[in-house]
């Protein structure tokens, strides 16, 4: 392979606080586009390597057992990276060495290099040897090559049983690229048998430059919440603006190093919960305090987390907690007592095993090191002991009329009014609603004056609406619109 440069075209992506899009050597075009070209010299050299080990070991196959057949015991020299390609940058930064090196490499080759392994289908078309000695999987359909662990244990240690014994040991043990999901290993049966599966996002960030967010990956289970909205851009009760004020002192004693005293024995940790009635902006809230002070959020997906098999729903956290370790972000769960809730008498092996895992939740949830956020309808739906665990609990209570009025005022668009001011004190006053209520019927509101040309809300437009949202927010029997009074001026 000889050295190459790739140019990626790309548009310039909306910028989030403290996000890099990684190393890139950016030179500026005319127009919107920019050029980013990444060198993959050090890329090119690592597939050659492994081209090479690849060779020597396909060789060892065919001569073992011969007269003259003597086994390799070093293999090729690492070849050097650079320190500003990605590749390089990803061996430099994790210090990998040849174990890693060559289940990397394997990875990337699995993705985007598949004709490196043609020796290996060689191999399994005319000896059927594969299983054996290199491991992998061979789709004979269409003739590729999957290398497993056991590929790589193959190539680094080849016929010798205290190399193997040797490597294996540190695979298990927790390779670098693993405890970084930077490659997984999803098999539910021996270590070795499972494939070399490298994670889409680090390909990317190789071949383009375009760095890898923390929920990158199909097996994370979370996503980045981002918001534009900062606290002083919503309307808030004035109880619960004070209460949240705790939030934004833990996370900025969280960057001055205050946990890093000696002075003290607190634990860098922070749980909150947000409780009240759904469509009160629990999720919302939890986005704007990141946005305003300057941290990325992370939604969990408890569809994602949540499962029927023992044990999974462990092994899903412990991506998900272990991934944001020391990243100083928040970690937001959303309907929390579904995992959090309490704990109930123990009627059977099911109920047994609900419990242990509430109490490896206890425990895990405490070793986090950032702000945890969890938001449930209902503060009593949480298991106590876990409650005694939390620091701060708001109850982010229904809008009061006077926030109520706030709120009409906040989704009213522009050049467009009510009919009165006194029809927008009955809407505060007579509806109890949530600032979601609210932000849908004003959006419906807003859509069915830009198709009429209209510029004045009026009782006979609103009331359809209110119609809708209010059966929706208290239920079929108890929806009603209570009809405006005209005065006369």
Not at 68 to 88: A, M, Q, W
Not at 378 to 397: G, P, V
Request: aromatic share 10%; hydrophobic share 35%; net charge neutral.
């Amino acid at each position: 392979m000889s050295h190459s440069v790739f140019s990626v075209e790309s548009h310039p992506e909306t910028s989030v606080k403290k996000r890099e899009n990684g190393p890139e050597k950016i030179k500026k075009q005319t127009g919107i586009r920019k050029k980013i070209e990444i060198s993959h010299d050090s890329l090119n050299k690592e597939m050659e390597w492994l081209e090479s080990l690849i060779a020597i070991r396909c060789k060892e196959l065919f001569l073992q057992g011969k007269l003259d057949f003597e086994p390799v015991d070093e293999i090729p020299e690492l070849p050097k990276t650079d320190s500003d390609s990605p590749y390089g940058i990803i061996v430099n930064t994790y210090k990998l060495q040849e174990m890693d090196r060559v289940v990397l490499a394997l990875g990337i080759a699995s993705a985007h290099y598949p004709s490196l392994f043609k020796s290996f289908i060689q191999i399994e078309e005319s000896s059927s040897a594969l299983a054996i000695d290199v491991g992998g999987e061979y789709n004979k359909t269409n003739r590729s090559f999957k290398p497993t662990f056991q590929t790589a244990l193959f190539l680094l240690a080849g016929k010798d049983l205290s190399l193997w014994s040797n490597y294996n040991a540190k695979l298990i043990s927790g390779s670098v690229l693993l405890q970084n999901d930077i490659i997984y290993n999803r098999t539910d049966t021996d270590f070795i048998y499972g494939k070399i599966e490298l994670d889409r996002a680090y390909l990317n960030y190789f071949l383009s430059g375009t760095k890898p967010r923390l929920d990158h990956g199909a097996y994370f289970p979370g996503s980045l919440y981002e918001s534009d909205l900062t606290l002083d851009d919503i309307v808030l009760e004035p109880m619960v603006r004070e209460q949240i004020k705790p939030i934004g002192q833990y996370i900025k004693a969280l960057e001055s190093g205050f946990f890093k005293s000696k002075e003290h024995h607190f634990k860098s940790g922070f749980i909150a919960l947000f409780y009240g009635a759904p469509g009160t902006g629990k999720t919302m809230l939890a986005g704007i305090l990141a946005n305003t002070y300057g941290i990325e959020m992370y939604h969990v997906d408890l569809s994602q987390v949540v499962s029927k098999y023992i044990g999974e729903t462990e092994k899903n956290l412990e991506i998900l907690f272990n991934r944001l370790q020391g990243k100083n972000c928040m970690l937001f769960f959303d309907e929390a007592d579904s995992l959090f809730g309490k704990r109930s008498d123990v009627k059977d092996a099911h109920d047994r095993y609900a419990n242990q895992e509430v109490s490896y939740l206890l425990q895990r949830i405490e070793k986090f090191d950032g702000l945890t956020v969890l938001a449930s309808n209902f503060e009593n739906n949480m298991d106590d002991a876990f409650k005694r665990r939390i620091d701060l609990s708001i109850n982010i209570i229904r809008p009061t009329e006077a926030t109520r009025e706030a709120l009409w005022k906040q989704y009213l668009p522009k050049n467009v009014t009510f009919e009165s001011d006194a029809f927008l004190k009955h809407l505060a006053k007579d509806y109890s609603y949530t600032g979601s209520n609210i932000r849908n019927i004003m959006k419906n509101v807003a859509i069915a004056l830009h198709n009429e040309g209209g510029k004045r809300i009026t009782q006979e437009l609103i009331s359809p609406f209110l119609a809708v949202e209010s059966e929706k927010a208290f239920g079929k029997n108890q929806a009603r619109v209570n009809t405006f009074i005209r005065r006369p001026e």
